[in-house]
């Protein structure tokens, strides 16, 4: 089955630096790919998602780009601040139009 | 707009104990899930439901049931609890299928068994 792979388990950065958190999946049919902040008592909350005909997809200081050949796609924070303190999880969807989590990055700021 | 609510947010239960976790949504959406998150481990899957009164199994099905009733709520129920299901639970839900549709996701239910 689909197995989801985030790296690294843990970040520190400082702020106004970059951060950059990446996954690998092993199903050749995923097509979607979303990305979720869980804040501190929180549910996980969608920050941006990308599908499998787009490279690359930007909101403001966060981007996603999906290597698809490679099979793996990356969340990518510029100038970071302290509110983007939390865990971040990516996900992928599978053959059976379900979706697999990664085990989660827990992003610290630094001042 | 409330989005998904679930209640209890904090619960402790003795071994052989049972409990219904509640989980309700306003948004209209066909799809809801519950899940399970354990530390270092992410979200694992233990029930979902694609409308009223259709549910299926997840990856981590034992020792839980479900029920949908009606479109609205998705209430999961331990029969006997056991150390093992001490998690935190969400309830989520998605207008279409998981494979290509964001989930929104409650603010969870941490549940301990002692």
């Known amino acids: 089955g689909e197995n989801v792979e985030q790296h690294p388990s843990t970040l520190s950065v400082q702020e106004g630096d970059s951060a950059v958190i990446k996954c690998t999946y092993s199903d050749s049919a995923s097509n979607y790919f979303p990305w979720y902040k869980q804040e501190l008592g929180k549910g996980p909350q969608l920050i941006i998602d990308i599908r499998s005909n787009v490279g690359e997809k930007k909101d403001q200081r966060i981007a996603v780009t999906l290597n698809k050949t490679a099979k793996h796609f990356s969340l990518h924070i510029t100038e970071t601040q302290p509110e983007d303190s939390a865990v971040y999880f990516c996900a992928a969807s599978n053959m059976d139009d379900k979706i697999i989590f990664g085990k989660g990055t827990r992003l610290h700021i630094l001042p | 707009n409330a989005g998904v609510t679930q209640t209890p947010k904090f619960r402790i239960l003795k071994i052989g104990q049972s409990m219904t976790l509640q989980c309700t949504q306003d948004?209209?959406?066909?799809?809801m899930y519950w899940y399970r998150q354990d530390p270092g481990m992410g979200l694992k899957l233990i029930y979902y439901?694609?409308?009223?009164?259709?549910?299926d199994k997840g990856e981590v099905p034992n020792g839980y049931n479900v029920s949908r009733s009606t479109t609205e709520d998705f209430p999961l129920r331990l029969e006997l609890a056991a150390p093992s299901q001490t998690s935190v639970y969400f309830c989520?839900?998605?207008?279409?299928?998981?494979?290509?549709?964001?989930?929104?996701f409650g603010d969870g239910t941490r549940l301990s068994i002692l």
């Open positions: 989520a839900s998605s207008y279409g299928s998981p494979g290509n549709q964001p989930q929104h």
């Open positions: 948004m209209n959406h066909n799809y």
């Open positions: 439901s694609v409308g009223a009164g259709i549910t």
